[in-house]
């Protein structure tokens, strides 16, 4: 009931503030159809919620101070359209809740973001470096790159510089990645992100480096990511690889490995027009070290065609193969085949 007053109220402010200064209520609307096909049987079909790009709702402000300088701020929630619940484990704002402060140097921003590697966000830098845009579902390379499988992080502060000459960069900090901070530094775990893109022309490239401390006193995680892609207008191509070691945290890599383990991951794809839509085709490769008897490999092969009804409705329809090996092999989750058909609406 608290949640549902404190949505009413932020719905009542934002309509005030229309008089004071530039307040935006966006979101997307996304449902549709799934088939998914495990290689062991056990098929199912179910209406789902964001086979596109995530179901969302948000609120962005922005003041101008004067001098070049800007307030903003953004609260973003995702939910399930199929039946009406919130996303990322039940918050309020799960996506991302922030305020910032933008000015000639950049901007500075506080709170749950979105990491430059995460392919979502306010400050991504990897999202349209993908063949499916890091949409689509399972498509997106997220599924194999763990850091553009929407890495959030908690207790955040960030900086992203603005754009000079192609450039820009970007570095962030979070005090504790998933919950509030604890007494003694060293039980928390703290994450660092970092990245640099380039984009001029008909050729833009994205490095990203995501670090994570182990607060049970190993080794840190990393996850180093390259994607880049050209637009040949008749064709776009896209390529990436990620390099991750020690994995330790479920809650940090795509596969909820807790062995240790180090992994490489590989993508590429193309995008291209097609008739009055976009069609977009992906491979991508995910290869984890062996640690007694658990190696968490995976492939796959997506594509998608997209039909727009309007510059803000859109019909698509998407079709994967994953293929798991070893630990993988026969897991209903990274061993089956999707269909998927639906209606994605912007707002």
Same mark, same amino acid.
């Given at each position: 009931m608290n949640r549902f007053a404190f949505m009413a109220a932020a719905l009542l402010a934002a309509g005030s503030a229309f008089a004071q200064s530039s307040v935006t209520i966006y979101g997307i609307a996304d449902g549709g159809i799934e088939y998914s096909d495990p290689r062991d049987g056990g098929a199912t +079909? $179910?209406?789902?919620?964001?086979?596109?790009?995530?179901?969302?709702?948000? %609120?962005? #402000?922005? /003041?101008? &101070? !004067? *001098?070049?300088?800007?307030?903003? %701020?953004? &609260? /973003?929630? !995702?939910?399930?359209?199929?039946? *009406?619940? &919130?996303?990322? *484990?039940g918050r309020t704002f799960g996506r991302q809740a922030y305020v910032a402060l933008r000015g000639g140097l *950049? +901007?500075?921003?506080? !709170?749950?973001?979105? $990491? =430059? $590697? $995460? #392919?979502? !966000?306010? =400050?991504? =830098?990897? #999202?349209?470096l993908d063949a499916m845009l890091t949409s689509y579902g399972i498509a997106s390379v997220g599924s194999s790159f763990s850091s553009a499988n929407s890495l959030r992080a908690d207790n955040t502060v960030l900086w992203a510089s603005p754009i000079v000459n192609g450039f820009r960069a970007g570095l962030a900090h979070s005090l504790q990645f998933d919950g509030e901070e604890v007494p003694d530094r060293s039980h928390n775990m703290h994450v660092t992100m970092a990245g640099l893109r380039y984009a001029e022309g008909p050729f833009a490239a994205a490095l990203t480096y995501d670090v994570a401390n182990n607060p049970d006193g190993g080794s840190d995680e990393s996850h180093l990511q390259l994607l880049a892609a050209y637009d040949f207008k008749v064709v776009k191509l896209y390529a990436g690889f990620a390099l991750e070691s020690n994995q330790f945290s479920p809650d940090f890599n795509v596969t909820g490995t807790t062995s240790g383990a180090d992994a490489s991951a590989y993508m590429v794809g193309l995008s291209a027009p097609l008739g009055s839509g976009t069609f977009r085709v992906s491979w991508q490769s995910r290869d984890a070290d062996r640690v007694d008897d658990d190696e968490r490999d995976l492939s796959l092969l997506s594509l998608a065609y997209e039909y727009p009804l309007s510059k803000r409705t859109s019909l698509y329809a998407v079709a994967n193969d994953v293929r798991g090996s070893h630990t993988f092999n026969n897991d209903p989750e990274f061993d089956r085949r999707v269909l998927t058909t639906g209606i994605y609406h912007r707002f």
């Open positions: +079909t $179910s209406v789902i919620s964001g086979g596109r790009s995530g179901s969302r709702l948000g %609120f962005r #402000g922005n /003041e101008d &101070l !004067g *001098g070049s300088l800007s307030a903003q %701020f953004v &609260l /973003e929630q !995702g939910y399930s359209i199929d039946d *009406g619940t &919130l996303r990322q *484990g *950049g +901007t500075v921003a506080v !709170g749950r973001l979105a $990491s =430059f $590697s $995460s #392919g979502t !966000g306010s =400050f991504d =830098f990897v #999202g349209d």
